[in-house]
């Protein structure tokens, strides 16, 4: 037995997502399906699926889930598609709206030519909540050494409702990303695995990122990384609190005005295509 799906892909600035319409429609059980969609070779391909759900709390609520199946708290890029797609498909007709994530309340704001402006919250530094076993108390956890299988880095941790290790390196083109990034996504000093970040210093306001995103492998770009990028940058002293990230996939524009203020996130949705595809079993 078998239905047709249909979804519409999208990306941010290079981040790239499969977006299906759980309000207007029921959708198979994700658990399963979820990874073989997000195939590249299989299936449609992405780095997260993006689910369109009611809620209770806020305007809608967004599920993530990644590549290998798993569910994730919070996505900076995909919250910018996720408006684009609410926006562009009628379901809404605010210029600002409240999304409920599992990282908590997010506030995507219509920026104008596709561009979106997202409130991201204030970060957390209490290695706690991040969750991280490095640092104590209220931290922030900055430039603390970190063993990899015998290798000795410095790394910084945020959390932006979802985790982040932070590492600064001279060359993000130079950087061991592929080798690195899943041995500190999966290190025992952070127990909800981590996204991790490999940072290059430009100017003060211009840095350059890579990122080995949890449960997704190297992607393009990672918006509530840039986020964290930002914080760790500004605690550094080596970051104006306005400045320019660039990823792989595009650019973002951050703003941390104080450390008791949120952080703002502009940068780019667009939609690909949209289509349909068999889906046996569900």
Same mark, same amino acid.
């Given at each position: ?48 699926? $993006? ?128 080798? $690195? ?70 650019? $973002? ?30």
């Amino acid at each position: 037995m078998s239905r047709t799906l249909c979804f519409t892909k999208m990306h941010g600035a290079g981040n790239d997502y499969i977006v299906l319409d759980g309000v207007r429609g029921t959708l198979p059980p994700l658990e399963k399906l979820a990874k073989r969609l997000a195939d590249r070779n299989f299936g449609i391909g992405c780095d997260q699926i $993006l689910v369109v759900r009611p809620s209770t709390q806020a305007d809608f609520r967004m599920e993530i889930w990644n590549a290998d199946g798993s569910q994730v708290e919070m996505c900076g890029n995909g919250i910018r598609a996720f408006f684009k797609y609410v926006r562009d498909r009628g379901l809404t007709t605010k210029d600002e709206i409240r999304v409920e994530t599992l990282g908590g309340i997010v506030r995507p704001r219509w920026a104008g030519n596709d561009l979106v402006t997202v409130d991201m919250g204030l970060p957390v530094l209490a290695p706690a909540k991040i969750p991280t076993r490095l640092g104590s108390g209220d931290g922030p956890v900055l430039d603390v050494p970190l063993d990899v299988d015998g290798e000795r880095v410095l790394v910084s941790s945020v959390s932006m409702g979802n985790p982040h290790c932070v590492l600064f390196v001279p060359s993000v083109a130079l950087a061991p990303v592929r080798e $690195l990034g899943p041995r500190i996504e999966h290190h025992a000093a952070f127990p909800n695995r981590v996204n991790v970040e490999f940072v290059e210093i430009v100017s003060r306001s211009l840095l350059r990122q890579r990122t080995w995103e949890r449960g997704a492998g190297e992607t393009l770009a990672c918006g509530s990384g840039a986020c964290a990028v930002a914080v760790v940058a500004i605690l550094r002293g080596v970051a104006e609190r306005s400045l320019t990230i660039a990823l792989r996939g595009g650019e $973002l524009q951050l703003s941390w005005p104080a450390t008791d203020a949120p952080i703002s996130m502009t940068g780019p949705a667009a939609e690909v295509f949209t289509g349909q595809i068999a889906v046996e079993g569900a």
